[in-house]
């Protein structure tokens, strides 16, 4: 696996940024609840985020993406559902700073615990999963893999969840499947203070 010694895109400085970047990144800011929009961004208030900073350069894409990007927050699967997808997909492509941001979250969160964070570096087979969640772990690597699930997995997911719940996992799988491709191709690199993988986990370990 190729391994960049330097990003080939690094995020647009925050200071660059210009109304049709704040007009587009104002709807990451709008709630579920009531579709409050948080106020229009200004220079002094812009995120300090390394992901933002890419999406940036691109105005007119993170338009069309933060809705959806939105809705994959606040889907059907819930919060640790939702969180075990990312934390396990992002292990498996190598999507260092979605996996660091996850992990942040999940504990800030409290939707999973340190124990669950760690056996998900591990995979279906570790031992404090239950059957369920053993089966939902198995089918992220299945489509990781595969790109596919086979049906005997899938017949667990369908005891599990509802038909929306089932597009809302594939859809999560997929996107940050796809986010590890985008992200380690442009070189995204953590911010101060991110958790990073273990040097064991290495894509050059991999080979």
């Given at each position: 696996m190729t391994q960049l010694t330097q990003p080939?895109?690094?995020?647009r400085p925050t200071e660059d940024w210009d109304a049709e970047v704040d007009n587009a990144l104002s709807v990451l800011a709008t709630h579920g609840a009531g579709g409050q929009?948080?106020?229009?961004?200004?220079?002094?208030?812009r995120p300090k985020s390394n992901i933002l900073g890419i999406y940036a350069w691109h105005p007119e894409l993170m338009r069309g993406w933060m809705p959806y990007s939105n809705h994959l927050r606040n889907s059907s699967l819930g919060d640790r559902i939702r969180e075990i997808a990312i934390i396990r997909t992002t292990w498996l492509g190598y999507g260092e700073y979605e996996w660091a941001q996850h992990v942040r979250m999940s504990r800030a969160a409290g939707c999973l615990t340190d124990d669950e964070i760690a056996a998900l570096s591990e995979g279906p087979d570790a031992a404090l999963w239950s059957e369920d969640d053993a089966a939902l772990v198995r089918a992220i690597d299945e489509m990781c893999r595969d790109k596919?699930?086979?049906?005997?997995?899938w017949q667990a997911l369908e005891a599990r969840f509802n038909r929306q719940q089932l597009i809302?996992?594939?859809?999560t799988v997929g996107t940050y499947d796809f986010h590890c491709m985008v992200f380690r191709t442009m070189g995204l690199e953590l911010e101060p203070g991110m958790e990073s993988f273990p040097e064991s986990h290495s894509p050059e370990l991999a080979k």
């Open positions: 080939r895109i690094t995020p929009a948080a106020p229009q961004l200004t220079p002094e208030t596919n699930v086979s049906d005997e997995t809302d996992l594939l859809f």
